[in-house]
């Protein structure tokens, strides 16, 4: 009767060791298919940060069918992009207090609009809200030089730029 009690004990660790493993592996960001990213630098005297999902093409076609054209898009995967700049700046000419925002975009074939939502922290664009914007400009999308697989952002000295797949969306920043 012992040995039964000791092993059912035993088992019963066991599963829950499995059980707890196995739940930090699904909390851990790292591990998603579109694993967590950051983008930083300074322009003049601003730092700006982007922090976003990074998914991969995998084969896909991106723009127009995996992110429609004329729908408000996360620009990233899994959490809404966070964008954040500790100082107030111009963006496309247009004053953008300091501050966090989720950063979306609504893609269309020749032009995009930008936007910050004052809703920084959102899962997606599930429940974007448009009466939120602190900012919305629009920019041209560019072809880009190579393929990108993954998504990334970089910031430089004129702004910041968004690529993926076969295009590059530059946003001018000025501080």
Do not use: H
Not at 78 to 97: H, Q, S
Request: charged residues 25%; positive net charge.
């Amino acid at each position: 009767m012992k040995t039964i009690m000791q092993r059912n004990f035993s088992y019963i660790v066991l599963l829950m060791f499995v059980f707890f493993t196995a739940n930090l592996r699904a909390q851990d960001p790292s591990s998603r298919p579109s694993p967590p990213a950051t983008a930083t630098g300074k322009i003049n005297a601003a730092t700006i940060t982007i922090d976003y999902g990074s998914p991969s093409v995998k084969g896909r076609t991106i723009w127009g069918d995996l992110v429609p054209y004329g729908q408000v898009w996360r620009a990233g995967a899994n959490e809404a992009t966070a964008f954040t700049t500790d100082k107030d700046i111009k963006v496309e000419g247009k004053l953008l207090p300091a501050g966090k925002y989720a950063f979306f975009v609504i893609p269309n074939e020749k032009e995009w609009t930008i936007i910050f939502n004052k809703t920084a922290g959102q899962w997606g664009a599930y429940k974007y809200d448009a009466t939120q914007d602190a900012l919305r400009v629009s920019v041209k999308p560019r072809k880009s030089e190579k393929m990108n697989e993954r998504l990334v952002y970089e910031v430089n000295e004129n702004g910041i730029v968004l690529k993926w797949e076969n295009l590059e969306v530059p946003v001018a920043i000025k501080q």
